[in-house]
């Protein structure tokens, strides 16, 4: 069965880092994209970045030029280094996979993705 298991959370000032880590399990994600999606309270939902299956990634327009989503095929590991922190970046973050192998186009919607993680909270003091 697939696991998702996200790590690297914690409590960091208003302009630190952070680097999350997904570790995936129960199959191959070398052709499935992978997306870090995150939810503060009171909110919905939204994509943070993705990659696809590819290389080719996707960011969300609050966090261009500040996080960077990578993946080791090798290791079934996805990353989001988070640079520049804000505290309106706090929020519960999870990582996903795509429903479908091989798509060309870095899926950007919530319900394009299938398996989820328990997520991982992140918390930017000001």
């Known amino acids: 069965q697939v696991q998702l298991v996200e790590s690297g959370g914690g409590l960091v000032q208003a302009g630190g880092s952070l680097r999350l880590s997904c570790a995936a399990s129960?199959?191959?994600?070398?052709?499935?994209?992978m997306g870090w999606f995150r939810q503060a309270p009171g909110k919905e939902r939204e994509i943070v970045a993705a990659i696809s299956w590819k290389g080719n990634t996707y960011y969300g327009d609050s966090v261009k030029g500040r996080f960077t989503i990578s993946r080791d095929n090798a290791k079934n590991m996805v990353y989001l280094q988070m640079n520049s922190l804000k505290p309106e970046d706090t929020a519960v973050y999870y990582c996903a996979t795509d429903s479908s192998r091989y798509r060309t186009v870095v899926p950007g919607l919530i319900g394009e993705y299938e398996f989820w993680g328990q997520g991982t909270q992140v918390t930017v003091s000001s």
């Open positions: 129960g199959r191959t994600f070398s052709f499935i994209a």
